[in-house]
């Protein structure tokens, strides 16, 4: 087991000054793997004032001195890929296959998006006789979840190192090991002491801390709503700005006129990527309500190709992150049992031949209604309900008829039907017919599901103020 007791703050590790830890455990055999300290607010008193510090000298550096940096710091996690990969198959889970294909390239494309964004912002235009400027909004809090370690962190990090900010990041305590690497790569790449500070806690510690900071001018939260709306309420005093991106439900809406099968393979496999531990996985399958004995067939022959086991292994789901999440989806699928939900394939319990560790078996849920539990909470694991709609109308309802809006997914053969459904979802993204996912588009919610954008120039933004200077060109 690996002992963690140092954070990184004022471009040094330092010895925390509360003495509560949190003990790691791998979720693939449930044994422990680290020990790491949990800062109180003295910890972060010390790291909020060392971004302080700096950011009075790293606002003053020029576009050219910070892409050499982040330059820098793109080799570096380049060079470090695999090794960040398997921290994340250790602290999480994630098959090591996934962890190389999805779960390290995603921290490196945020990176480059944030290079490319910085090298193309324009930062000063002058109106008139009036000079518009766009300036770092200051020290910035980046509080991030456990299911996406390197997407959640780098997505925030890069772009406030780009706009000019200094920061403390709090990555969750259950996938802090690979978080832990990003900071040395950062310390490594030569960013001023102060700029980029460390942390581990707990939200209500450490977090709370953060968001109440007076001088903390900005936080990023990815994370629950319920956390999202504590760090709203925390930051109210002090005004500052509050990006959230926050949970989804996101609807797949499979139309009439396309191929059953595929649609319906494809979706269920769209809803287990990361183990179903995204934020916007289409967990809400809408078919054609006559066709829902044809969905459910090919949905459980979709679902029971999923092999599940050892991340180390060639499987396709490994376990999901912790205890508390696994008994939480199997709390979850008791209920739709409960509510009347036809429980297709998978259910309560490990897969056969898994007693240690928290594998979930792939499941499926046939002939949900849009108001039972399952098809309400967002459930992070790999469970799908299948959801059977009339009309077209009546699709559009469902899929609107959910507290969240981050994401919909619509199957449509006609482009111009899918472009004039997609008008009318009330949601922050939208993928037709099987779009890849895209780095450098905006990113975030409606509704419960946040405020504000990530992804290369829209996260940028997020971190800027502007300034007007009137009589500026006399």
Known sequence: MRNIDKFYIDGKWVAPLSKVTHRLINPADETPIAEIPMADAADVDRAVAAAKAAFETYSMTS???????LRRLLDLYNAAYDEIAELMTREMGTPIAFSKSAQAWVGQAHLEAAIAALEKAKLEEVHGSTLISKEPIGVCALITPWNWPMNQLVVKAAPALAAGCTMVA?????????????AELVHEAGFPAG???????????AGEALSRHPDVAMVSITGS????????RAAADTVKRVAQELGGKSANIIMRDVDLEKAVKDGVNACYVNCGQACRAPSRMLVPAERMEEAKAWATEAADAH?????NEDVVLGPVVNELQFNRIQALIEKGIAEGA???TGGPGRPAGLNRGYYVRPTVFGDVTNEMTIAREEIFGPVITLIGYETDEDAIRIANDTVYGLSGYIQCADIEKARAIARRLRVGSIWINGADWDPRAPFGGYKQSGNGREHAEWGFEDYLEVKSTAGYAA
């Open 170 to 182: 709090k990555p969750s305590e259950f996938s802090p090991l690979s978080s832990i690497r990003f």
């Open 342 to 344: 036809t429980l297709v």
């Open 63 to 69: 576009r050219d001195e910070r892409l050499v940096l």
């Open 225 to 232: 709503t319920r956390a999202g709306v504590a760090v709203a």
């Open 307 to 311: 092999t599940v086991g050892s991340p």
């Open 195 to 205: 700029v980029y500070n460390h942390i581990t806690g707990h939200g209500e510690a």
